[in-house]
């Protein structure tokens, strides 16, 4: 998120997120999703992503109605008279954005960002919650010792993220990849900007100071997604899918570690060895997750605070990090989890931090419900 230097995923690979609540029953994943037994009875709320990120919290709002002419591709023509500026052939745009399952842009409201509530990680420190990720780490043995070899990430941090993240690839998402990086791109479009000031005006904020935080905020939302456009048809490239095909988060992050495109181009690992990477496939997912943190400087030795700021990466968010870190803790060492939940909160200095860019941020008004849980980041996040 990983949300990330960008969200999703960021909030990052990953990307930003929803929440519902699961009723797991008792099933075995099938082959090529990592394994993990569900347990019965149980409802879990869990946070979505949203980025190796995955990426800043946005509240997931309706769109704005702006107005799409006939002749404007469907309301996208800001979005497509910049991918043509940069290279990206025309005669390929055109047929994406005129293709019947490209929805028609009608405009994205978005908020001035927020923090994520601890609440929201409180099921992932339940004691059938942690044996079910414990369960997920045995069963999946194989590939998460080949990657903390590879790379020198605990197989426990690598389960913990990827059991966050999707529940292990059980809840990886149902929304259009592509449509959701591209709406969120078009935050800085001239009329949805107009749109979004006068909402604000709207609810009595008329400050000329909302105003600039308004135009700021649809410039980092562009800023961070403009370029997950652009990659999400590599990424399309890669897989030999069509860029419409790929379904994933509300933030457009994909796979088990919920990566946005650019994190999926510069670690994605291909652990299986077939010429490709496959980030619903438990030994890629593993390995790209590894990855990632290896690439942001997670090394054995590493210092509590080091860790944090990995993982800070991954998704822009302290409540996640402390989830990740006490679940993975928990993982290797099962104790009380009510006595181990998170607590204070190590702060990461501020000059060690990337950026933050959006990995977890608006969804459209139809909210249509995702085979995952939820998030601006992970980011994995860019």
Request: a positive charge; aromatic letters at 8%; proline letters at 7%.
């Amino acid at each position: 998120m990983a949300a990330s230097p960008a969200a999703r995923a960021a909030d990052t690979p990953c990307a930003l997120r929803r929440r519902h609540v699961w009723r797991w029953r008792h099933t075995t994943h099938a082959r090529g999703s990592l394994r993990c037994r569900d347990f019965d009875g149980t409802a879990l709320a869990l946070p979505r992503m949203t980025r190796a990120g995955a990426l800043v919290v946005l509240t997931l709002l309706a769109p704005v109605s702006v107005a799409v002419a006939g002749d404007d591709e469907r309301g996208w023509k800001y979005l497509v008279d910049r991918l043509v500026a940069n290279g990206v052939p025309r005669t390929r745009v055109t047929a994406v954005f005129s293709d019947p399952r490209m929805e028609p842009f009608t405009g994205v409201q978005f908020s001035m960002g927020g923090k994520e509530p601890r609440r929201l990680y409180r099921a992932f420190f339940r004691p059938s919650t942690v044996a079910a990720a414990r369960r997920c780490r045995d069963e999946n043995a194989a590939s998460l010792t080949s990657a903390e070899r590879t790379y020198g990430v605990p197989a426990s941090v690598v389960t913990a993220i990827l059991f966050v993240e999707t529940s292990c690839g059980r809840n990886t998402g149902s929304s259009p990849m592509f449509y959701r990086l591209a709406r969120l791109a078009m935050a800085n479009e001239p009329a949805n900007v107009a749109d979004n000031i006068e909402r604000f005006a709207r609810h009595g904020d008329v400050d000329p100071r909302v105003e600039r935080r308004v135009r700021a905020r649809a410039r980092e939302l562009e800023d961070t997604f403009y370029p997950e456009v652009r990659a999400a048809f590599e990424v399309a490239d890669r897989m030999g899918v069509h860029p419409l095909s790929l379904r994933g988060s509300a933030s457009g992050a994909i796979g088990f570690p919920q990566f946005l495109p650019t994190s999926y181009l510069k670690y994605g690992a291909d652990a299986g060895g077939d010429g490709r990477v496959d980030l619903f496939d438990a030994a890629d997912a593993a390995a790209s997750c590894a990855n990632y943190l290896a690439g942001n400087g997670w090394r054995p030795g590493l210092s509590a605070a080091g860790h944090r700021d990995v993982i800070w990466r991954y998704n822009h968010s302290d409540t996640y990090i402390d989830a990740v870190l006490t679940l993975a803790r928990e993982i290797d060492h099962p104790t009380s989890v009510r006595k181990n939940a998170p607590g204070r909160t190590v702060k990461v200095a501020a000059r060690h931090r990337p950026s933050v860019k959006a990995r977890r941020v608006a969804t459209p008004c139809k909210r249509t419900p995702t085979r995952r849980a939820p998030q601006l980041q992970a980011s994995a996040r860019p």
